[in-house]
């Protein structure tokens, strides 16, 4: 339906990084339909990236872990107290794209601030938490 300015949007939530797609416009109008242009649209690969961790600060058990890897395989994330000192670690199996981790595993970590590192093929990212 298109809205107040004219515009029409259109969100496809099924497509898949490096993949490419097409799409065409219908439009119906007084009982016939009338197809206009094609658009062809290559979706980027996803990038190796660890998202800013959700909520932050945390209470509680309710750390989330949003990261991107390009390409499938084995990824780590791993969370270090202050002192450098590694407190938790999970070893994933994970496809390429994004994906978000429940990562406290129903635990609550102690009050102070944290590193998260995502590892994957020799890459690392770091982003850091408080926790209260």
Known sequence: MPQADGLVEFVDEDVL???RYGYRL??????????LGET???????AFALFPVQPNPVSGRD???????PT???A????FDVSGRRVASRELSAAAGRHTE????GRALPSGVYMVRLTQAGRSATR????L
């Open 102 to 105: 429940q990562f406290a595993e």
């Open 76 to 79: 780590t994330i791993e969370m």
């Open 72 to 74: 499938p395989g084995r």
């Open 26 to 35: 219908a439009v119906a109008s007084q009982g016939s339909e009338r197809t």
């Open 128 to 131: 850091r938490v408080c926790v």
């Open 40 to 46: 062809w649209l290559t979706i980027p690969a996803a």
């Open 17 to 19: 990084p490096g993949e």
């Open 63 to 69: 750390l989330s872990v949003s990261f991107s890897v």
